[in-house]
Each structure stands twice: as C-alpha cells, then as structure tokens.
C-alpha cells in the first residue's frame, strides 16, 4: 500500500519560516491536502489540491508538491501556529485515503 | 456541522456504534461523500471509511472486514458499526465531510468523540 512520511517534529522560531515535507514515491502525481491539528481540537484543512487555501486560511500558509516531496510551508511563523500538521492523498490503487504520520511543530 | 454520538465506553469483542449528525445541510448533497476517521491516544490520524448519500461505501483495507458505514437519509445521520473491537480500537472518532466531487480531503469535521474499549 502507499505510504506518506513526515518528519516527526520541525522547531521555528516566531517569524521565521517553517517547511514540513511529505514523502512518498511519486507523490507529484497525485493531489495532497494538509490538515493542522492542535492539542484537543478537530483536525482543520489548511491546504487542499496540493496548494488551494480555503477560505479563511491565512496567506501564510501554503503548498507545493513536485517529484516524490510535497510541501507545506508556513511564513512569518506565530505562535498561534503551534502544532500538529498531516499531509493526506488518496492511494488510486487500492482506493483508500493514506495519512501521514504528523509533524509536530513547536515555535520557539 | 458535524456532531458525533454513541457510547463511550465499549467492551471487548462487542460492536461499536457510533452516529454523526449533520446540521446546516444535507446528507443527500450529491456533491457529498461523508467518512469516519480515528485517531488513537498520542497517534496519527487514521481513515476508517467514507459513504455516499446512495450507499455506496469505500473502506480501509485494514479494518474492512469489522467496519459497516450506512447513511440514513431521513435522519439525516450516517453511522459507523466496528465489531470485534479490541483496546487498540480505543481512539477518539471523527465524522468528516468530502465535498469535492473530484479530490479526496475533508473540509469539514465533527468534534470527536472518544471511544474507550474496556472491560
């Protein structure tokens, strides 16, 4: 089956930039949506489409995604955006959605 | 909005059910797929399973076998069976929302509802 990964953690400080990366063997070819979640609280769409924000999502955050790595890159860090982020494909070979891991960011 | 009902407490090797409420909309949406996602204590997330209004379901290989997901239009619910259920089944529950006709990703999720299987 298809496997996503994401580093476990990523450290910023505030107004830096924060990159989380998303592996997966040719991932470019399919769409990656990315999801924030903190402590206690339902995930939250912030990318969709490999680089759509919904409405409502700061123009801080945004995405690329190209070969085998999809990106989620979040600008001018705050502290507001402590927390954990997932990447999320749809594996077309067994029609399954596929998670990854999560990516812990702490801001400094 | 999404809300997520049933038992929080469940025993080994009996079913789960869960429910998840839709407010705001229809379930019959033909632009709707609705879905279960979990997330076990300090783990990721994991996709159990998604429906749309006519029936027709999608599931994850893994947990295929012990998982039903049916919608009741007139309720304007859709609903999770789990059987067999083990405390590694122990995870807060997430009802989900797929409104793109084309891509998989959820926009918009209920607020969870945590699961404890124990004796």
């Known amino acids: 089956s298809y496997v996503v990964t994401q580093p476990p953690s990523v450290s910023v400080a505030p107004g830096k930039t924060a990159t989380i990366s998303c592996g997966g063997d040719?991932?470019?070819?399919?769409?990656v949506h990315w999801y924030q979640q903190k402590p206690g609280q339902a995930p939250v769409l912030v990318i969709y489409?490999?680089?759509e924000r919904p409405s409502g999502i700061p123009e801080r955050f945004s995405g690329s995604n190209s070969e085998d790595t999809a990106t989620l890159t979040i600008s001018r860090v705050e502290a507001g955006d402590e927390a954990d982020y997932y990447c999320?494909?749809?594996?077309?070979?067994?029609?399954?959605?596929?998670f990854g891991g999560g990516t812990k960011v702490t801001v400094l | 909005q999404l809300q997520e009902s049933g038992p929080g407490l469940v025993k080994p090797s009996e079913t789960l059910s869960l429910t998840c409420s839709a407010s705001?909309?229809?379930?019959?949406?033909?632009?709707?797929?609705w879905g279960w996602i979990r997330q076990a204590p300090g783990t990721g997330l994991e996709w159990i399973g998604s429906?749309?209004?006519?029936?027709?379901?999608y599931y994850n290989p893994s947990l295929k076998r012990r998982v039903t997901i049916f919608v009741d239009t007139s309720k304007n619910q859709f609903s999770l069976k789990l059987t067999s259920v083990t405390a590694a089944d122990t995870a807060v529950y997430y009802c989900?929302?797929?409104?793109?006709?084309?891509?998989?990703?959820?926009?918009?999720w209920g607020r969870g509802a945590l699961v404890t299987v124990s004796s």
């Open positions: 989900a929302r797929r409104s793109s006709p084309a891509l998989w990703y959820f926009d918009l």
């Open positions: 705001g909309g229809s379930i019959s949406n033909k632009n709707f797929y």
């Open positions: 429906i749309f209004y006519s029936g027709s379901t």
């Open positions: 040719n991932i470019g070819s399919k769409s």
């Open positions: 489409y490999d680089t």
């Open positions: 999320q494909t749809w594996d077309s070979r067994t029609d399954r959605v596929v």
